[in-house]
């Protein structure tokens, strides 16, 4: 069973475009929400959220956390090619589950 | 220096070879993961161990076998293996809350292992 939802699988847009990723998620003993960032090589860590409502920002970059409906969204402005990656959600219970993935391709 | 590093890299061999990832971490952290992930690029944990004992063991074919000799390395051997078995393998570390003891749940990620069966 698919404990981590992400949508959009996959999404196009242009350099200067902002996106809005979302992941649901089960609650189960809940600890944090993480989102992750994996280019060519290994997943690197982008947020950790734990309350609902306060957002986390890191440059064009931001992600809040909704307790009560289950979800994240992670935003990113302004859109540059650097920024194409696989965007990968994992909530933590007693361990990191990931949800699939949505995949994101910058267009200059 | 490479926090989480993986060995080898890459990793070409035959139906029915025994093969082994090798992973040190140098963060102090107390525990380690194993995770596969698929062509699909979906990432799913196999196995971690929280100084040097197996904490969680996902449903996992018993031909794969995590050993851990210290809290600084985690290695995983690959009985018989199939053509399934065929991935990037990623060793994972992470730090304790200091206050609960539980994991932060921030993984600190190897570069991977890429496995090809032929």
């Known amino acids: 069973e698919d404990k981590v939802v992400q949508s959009p699988l996959s999404l196009v847009v242009h350099e200067g475009d902002t996106v809005t990723l979302n992941c649901s998620y089960e609650?189960?003993?809940?600890?944090?929400l993480l989102w992750y960032k994996q280019e060519k090589k290994a997943p690197t860590f982008l947020f950790m959220l734990?309350?609902?409502?306060i957002e986390k920002k890191s440059g064009r970059l931001s992600s809040i956390l909704d307790k009560k409906e289950l979800f994240s969204i992670l935003n990113i402005t302004a859109t540059q090619t650097g920024d194409s990656a696989v965007y990968l959600c994992?909530?933590?219970?007693?361990?990191?589950?990931f949800g699939a993935g949505t995949t994101v391709t910058v267009r200059a | 220096d490479t926090a989480v590093s993986q060995t080898p890299k890459y990793l070409v061999t035959q139906m029915g070879n025994d093969k082994s990832i090798k992973c040190e971490q140098n963060?102090?952290?107390?525990?380690m993961y194993w995770y596969k992930q698929d062509s699909k690029k979906f990432l799913k944990i196999m196995f971690s161990?929280?100084?040097?004992?197996?904490?969680i063991n996902e449903t996992v074919p018993n031909r794969f076998s995590p050993k851990s000799p210290d809290k600084a390395h985690l290695n995983l051997h690959i009985n018989s293996l199939e053509l399934g078995d065929s991935a990037v393998y990623f060793c994972?570390?992470?730090?304790?809350?200091?206050?609960?003891?539980?994991?932060?749940?921030?993984?600190?990620f190897g570069e991977g292992s890429r496995l090809t069966v032929l």
């Open positions: 963060l102090g952290h107390d525990t």
């Open positions: 994972a570390s992470s730090p304790k809350l200091p206050a609960s003891g539980m994991n932060t749940g921030e993984l600190f």
């Open positions: 161990y929280n100084n040097k004992e197996l904490i």
């Open positions: 734990t309350s609902s409502g």
């Open positions: 609650v189960t003993n809940f600890r944090s």
């Open positions: 994992a909530n933590n219970d007693y361990k990191l589950s």
